[in-house]
């Protein structure tokens, strides 16, 4: 429960992403270098001049307002909240602090509400999908479930790529979370719990790391990503996905041949996750005997959606100190939330978290939460070009005035939806029970992913737009932004959760998730969101880096592995406090240069 209730980050929906494409492509800003039209006389720019929004903070107080609302610049392709126009027109400027202030609180809350959707919704359906579909423990863990872990990572790419303007946001976010972990991360572990790494599994990681970060930097170098570069990122990653596979079987088999003539049973060969099933079972106890009633009565059907509704242990309450129950309180209203419109599929359950009078309720709401969500956030900003794009939509759904689309202009989409997923959900009522799920409920998983990947793209769009504010008001770079807050936000829950396993004795399993995971957010993270823009836009995705940040992190990135690459196998393999501290000693020196050359302490000198 610790572990579930630390990975505050696991986050971000394909579905959504492909809308967001298709948003930036259908109504495209100019970019930060184009030329402007006369619009502002009040703020003095020239009908010439290159207009970047960041300069609205040299502006008179009373001309923020206007050139906010006038500049192509200043605009979100996505989300539903403006918050630029929420900073400059909505709040005085003496009360700019006030409004830093309540973003700041609003993007933890929305990192809260990431992680909830991520470890209770989006991961456990993940978890289903690849149990249902009867895949491998090694193969769902380098995709379903890689993917749920790298969430965060992959979908505010997926998103900031989406975008010319945010695009430094992804590698910002991409390579920050990367000297991140394996530095602050595998460091920490081995200041924690000193111990042998394994050998073959950490050398095959770090050189398909490393591989991945010289692609990428080659991509940065051309200044370009075309079909086949974003195709040759997916399909490396498929080649290290066989790779771990075959190495697994290979290992196994040789294990099997090594274990002919042992003793059986001896506490050496028992992996990490048998010896923490045998210690669970030995230290636990099931506190739940003493709350289960001396006589069973069959619950009703009101009871049991009162409970399935519930957000909250009463017996976890009781029993939890006071940070959780603070914690716990900010979480309510999103989790129930999430109950109402998320189904979730639990295989390991007896019941498979079969709720009957909930799950109907579902086929209406989550189809519902669907269509409402993919016509209006991200698609709000179409809108402004429906006038002109009216004439070539078919005449059986096109939106209306206020963003809603509808069937021959008479019929909203969403009421088809409702009363088809009433019609459905009546059916399954009447043909199911409480006691026993029907055979069909494997397909819930697949509506929670769908619904909760909506949840997780909705809440990582308001994250980058509040980044890229953000980045106006303080006139920062998408890519320190992405290599701090971003990166900060989505690997914090990585961080402490690697931590709680090196201190119950898992480093080993720590330190392997370090590299493991960060290999998928790379190339995919990359590659799908190049591939995504490219089948949009049917152009080749320019790349501009920020001057000589993104190669400072680059190259650090690239430094912290070959150390790694180089020092870990000669210390034997040894990891001890002395490397943990050396680790984290690069970090802080690169966190350190990296502030430098943002404010132009550290600059190129220009010939």
């Given at each position: 429960m610790?572990?579930?209730?630390l990975?505050?980050s696991?986050?971000?929906?394909?579905?959504?992403?492909?809308?967001?494409?298709?948003?930036?492509?259908?109504a495209?800003?100019?970019?930060a270098?184009?030329?402007?039209?006369?619009?502002?006389p009040?703020?003095?720019?020239?009908?010439?001049?290159?207009v970047d929004?960041?300069?609205?903070?040299?502006?008179?107080?009373?001309d923020?307002?206007?050139?906010?609302?006038?500049n192509?610049?200043?605009r979100s392709?996505?989300?539903y909240?403006?918050?630029?126009?929420?900073?400059f027109?909505?709040?005085?400027?003496?009360l700019?602090p006030l409004?830093?202030?309540?973003?700041?609180?609003?993007?933890?809350?929305?990192?809260?509400?990431?992680?909830?959707?991520?470890a209770k919704f989006?991961?456990?359906?993940?978890?289903?999908?690849?149990?249902?579909?009867?895949?491998?423990?090694?193969v769902?863990?380098?995709t379903?479930?890689?993917?749920g872990?790298?969430?965060?990572?992959?979908?505010s790419?997926l998103?900031?790529?989406?975008?010319?303007?945010?695009?430094?946001?992804?590698?910002?976010?991409?390579?920050g979370?990367?000297?991140?972990?394996?530095?602050?991360?595998?460091?920490?572990?081995a200041?924690?719990?000193?111990?042998?790494?394994a050998?073959r599994?950490?050398?095959r990681?770090?050189?398909?790391?490393m591989?991945?970060?010289?692609?990428?930097?080659?991509?940065?170098?051309?200044?370009?990503?075309?079909?086949?570069w974003a195709?040759?990122?997916?399909?490396f990653y498929?080649?290290?996905v066989?790779t771990v596979?075959?190495c697994?079987?290979?290992y196994?088999?040789?294990?099997?041949?090594?274990?002919v003539?042992?003793?059986?049973?001896?506490?050496?060969?028992?992996?990490?996750s048998?010896?923490e099933?045998?210690?669970?079972?030995?230290n636990?106890?099931d506190y739940?005997?003493?709350?289960?009633?001396?006589?069973?009565?069959?619950?009703t059907?009101a009871?049991?959606l009162v409970?399935?509704l519930?957000?909250?242990?009463?017996?976890?309450?009781?029993?939890?100190?006071?940070y959780?129950r603070?914690?716990?309180?900010?979480?309510?209203?999103?989790?129930?939330?999430?109950?109402l419109?998320?189904?979730?599929?639990?295989?390991?359950?007896?019941?498979?978290?079969?709720?009957r009078p909930l799950n109907?309720?579902?086929?209406?709401i989550?189809p519902?939460?669907?269509?409402?969500?993919?016509?209006?956030?991200?698609?709000a900003?179409?809108?402004s070009?429906?006038?002109?794009a009216?004439e070539r939509?078919?005449?059986l759904?096109?939106?209306s005035?206020?963003?809603?689309?509808?069937?021959?202009?008479?019929?909203?989409?969403?009421?088809v939806?409702?009363?088809a997923?009433t019609a459905?959900?009546?059916?399954?009522?009447?043909?199911?029970?409480?006691?026993?799920p029907?055979?069909?409920?494997?397909?819930f998983?697949?509506?929670?992913?769908?619904?909760?990947?909506?949840w997780?793209?909705?809440?990582?769009?308001?994250?980058?737009?509040?980044?890229?504010?953000?980045?106006?008001?303080?006139?920062?770079?998408?890519t320190v932004?992405?290599?701090?807050?971003?990166a900060w936000?989505?690997s914090?829950?990585?961080?402490f959760?690697?931590f709680?396993?090196?201190?119950?004795g898992?480093?080993?399993?720590?330190?392997?998730a370090?590299f493991g995971?960060?290999?998928?957010?790379?190339?995919?993270?990359?590659g799908?969101?190049?591939?995504?823009?490219?089948?949009?836009?049917?152009?080749?995705?320019k790349?501009?880096?920020?001057?000589l940040?993104?190669?400072?992190l680059?190259?650090?990135l690239g430094?912290s592995?070959?150390?790694?690459?180089?020092?870990v196998?000669?210390q034997c393999?040894?990891?001890?406090?002395?490397?943990?501290?050396c680790?984290?000693?690069?970090?802080l020196?690169?966190?350190?240069?990296?502030?430098?050359?943002?404010?132009?302490?550290i600059?190129?000198?220009?010939?």
């Open positions: 610790a572990g579930g209730l990975n505050v696991w986050v971000l929906s394909l579905l959504c992403v492909l809308q967001m494409v298709e948003t930036v492509s259908g495209r800003a100019p970019s270098g184009a030329h402007i039209s006369s619009q502002f009040a703020a003095g720019v020239s009908q010439t001049s290159v929004c960041r300069e609205v903070c040299g502006l008179n107080a009373s923020r307002c206007a050139f906010v609302r006038t192509p610049d200043c392709d996505g989300g909240l403006d918050y630029l126009e929420g900073i027109c909505h709040f005085p400027a003496r700019l409004a830093i202030t309540l973003y700041a609180f609003w993007l933890l809350y929305l990192f809260l509400i990431l992680g909830v959707t991520a989006f991961c456990p359906n993940l978890s289903a999908i690849s149990t249902t579909l009867k895949l491998s423990h090694n769902a863990g380098v379903f479930l890689a993917f872990n790298g969430a965060p990572d992959i979908f790419a998103v900031a790529f989406s975008d010319p303007r945010t695009a430094g946001l992804a590698f910002g976010a991409l390579f979370a990367g000297v991140l972990v394996t530095t602050v991360v595998a460091g920490g572990i200041i924690l719990r000193p111990f042998t790494a050998s599994p950490f050398l990681d770090i050189i398909f790391y591989a991945a970060v010289l692609l990428i930097f080659t991509a940065l170098y051309c200044g370009r990503v075309t079909l086949a195709l040759g990122y997916l399909g498929a080649f290290y066989v596979v075959l697994t079987w290979i196994q088999r040789q294990r099997r041949r090594s274990l003539c042992s003793m059986p049973a001896t506490p050496e060969i028992l992996s990490d048998e010896e099933r045998m210690s669970s079972n030995t636990s106890y739940g005997e003493e709350y289960r009633p001396l006589l069973l009565y069959p619950e059907t009871q049991i409970q399935a519930n957000p909250l242990d009463y017996r976890k309450w009781r029993t939890k100190p006071m959780w603070v914690l716990k309180v900010f979480k309510l209203p999103v989790e129930f939330l999430l109950l419109t998320v189904p979730v599929m639990d295989p390991d359950k007896e019941d498979r978290n079969w709720k109907c309720l579902h086929l209406v989550s519902l939460f669907l269509t409402l969500t993919l016509q209006s956030g991200a698609w900003s179409r809108r070009c429906q006038v002109e009216v939509t078919s005449s759904s096109r939106p005035a206020d963003g809603v689309y509808e069937i021959g202009g008479l019929f909203p989409v969403w009421a939806v409702v009363i997923g459905l959900a009546a059916v399954t009522f009447f043909a199911t029970s409480n006691s026993e029907p055979r069909f409920h494997w397909l998983a697949f509506l929670g992913f769908l619904t909760s990947a909506l997780i793209n909705a809440a990582a769009t308001e994250v980058v737009n509040i980044l890229r504010s953000l980045g106006v008001v303080f006139r920062l770079s998408n932004l992405g290599l701090t807050l971003l936000g989505n914090i829950g990585d961080v959760s690697d709680t396993l090196a201190r119950q898992y480093p080993r399993m720590a330190f392997s370090c995971g960060i290999i998928f957010n790379m190339l995919v993270g990359v799908l969101g190049c591939l995504l823009q490219i089948s949009r836009s049917h152009m080749e995705v790349l501009e880096p920020d001057g940040l993104v190669w400072i680059a190259g650090t430094l592995l070959v150390c790694s690459l180089v020092l196998p000669l393999f040894q990891l001890s406090r002395v490397y943990g501290c680790l984290l000693l690069l970090y020196t690169f966190l350190v240069v990296a502030l430098l050359t943002e404010f132009g302490v600059h190129l000198k220009t010939v």
